[in-house]
């Protein structure tokens, strides 16, 4: 039976916290969640991208998931990131998460290997069969180097576990393709965040962020006005946004996520190497675009936000 999910709004694909020494501060990540929880998102993406996933140890891992489930406390849903290099690590990981009680994995392609199309699909099929909780697949080429076609998502709608696509790309043509090849047999995700209401006028009903970790309330009610077609209020909140938004987009985007976290007192900048400190010049760049955005930052219209419980 096809798996159902109330998965909508923005997802922030939440920060791993480090101690100056580089050890993961569990407490400091748990803060992180609770404040994004009490700013009104609609859900939680630990262990992604942004979380530094293939950064963390497997135990690691397993403690950010953890930390997830008890902050979010069934107020808004968590689902963890599974980036591993083969498929049998990635079935392990979210067996993990689904003996923590996660509501959801979001399964990235297999590391290094730049598999063929078939080999792909695969991949995804051997980790949605090994577990019950709804798989989100996660499509970044960029980063990743496989590419999550249309073709091979279409290839996967008979495993009742996939639920979910999250788009990466930054094509939003995918999500018509997609549309046109199999209708709504998957929820659609924006995954890219300078991209996000072009991709909700064509069919994304849910959003991984970064820049909503340092502006959670704008994230969401950015996307609330989209979703609800007030454009021309959208539109305002999308510009003023925008330069923060191009960040994401960056290989450096961690880096630059956190920064702008840290600015706004919501957590520490500190990343683990391979990814290393913002040089001066980059630094001084964001910190001047911070300035510019909080000097004119906009009063929100309503959109119904209110904190979880």
């Not at 916290?17 to 501060?25: A, G, I, P, T, V």
């Amino acid at each position: 039976m096809r798996k159902r999910v109330n998965w909508e709004g923005v997802f922030p694909a939440v920060t791993t916290q480090f101690r100056h020494d580089l050890s993961l501060d569990i407490d400091a990540t748990a803060r992180v969640m609770e404040g994004l929880i009490r700013d009104g998102v609609s859900g939680l993406i630990v262990c992604g991208t942004v979380g530094e996933n293939c950064s963390l140890a497997k135990a690691e891992k397993i403690a950010v998931m953890e930390a997830g489930k008890a902050v979010a406390r069934g107020r808004v849903p968590v689902i963890s990131g599974i980036a591993e290099f083969t498929s049998a690590f990635a079935i392990d990981m979210a067996k993990e998460a689904a003996r923590i009680g996660l509501d959801g994995v979001m399964v990235m392609p297999a590391l290094v290997y730049s598999s063929k199309p078939h080999e792909t699909a695969a991949h995804f099929r051997s980790v949605a069969k090994a577990t019950d909780l709804p798989v989100m697949v996660y499509n970044n080429p960029p980063i990743y180097k496989n590419d999550v076609t249309p073709e091979i998502l279409a290839s996967l709608a008979d495993c009742d576990t996939i639920v979910c696509f999250k788009e990466s790309s930054g094509d939003t043509r995918r999500f018509t393709d997609l549309y046109n090849m199999i209708g709504d047999r998957f929820l659609l995700f924006a995954g890219l965040d300078d991209v996000v209401v072009e991709s909700i006028m064509v069919g994304a009903t849910g959003w991984v962020s970064g820049l909503s970790n340092a502006f959670p309330r704008e994230g969401e009610t950015l996307f609330r006005l989209a979703r609800a077609g007030r454009y021309a209020e959208a539109m305002s909140l999308y510009r003023w946004f925008m330069p923060l938004l191009h960040l994401d987009a960056r290989p450096d985007l961690v880096q630059c996520i956190k920064l702008c976290e840290h600015i706004m007192g919501r957590g520490t900048h500190l990343t683990r190497p391979p990814r290393l400190p913002l040089g001066a010049g980059e630094r001084a760049a964001i910190e001047e675009m911070m300035r510019k955005a909080l000097a004119s930052r906009p009063s929100l219209p309503d959109v119904g936000l209110r904190a979880a419980a």
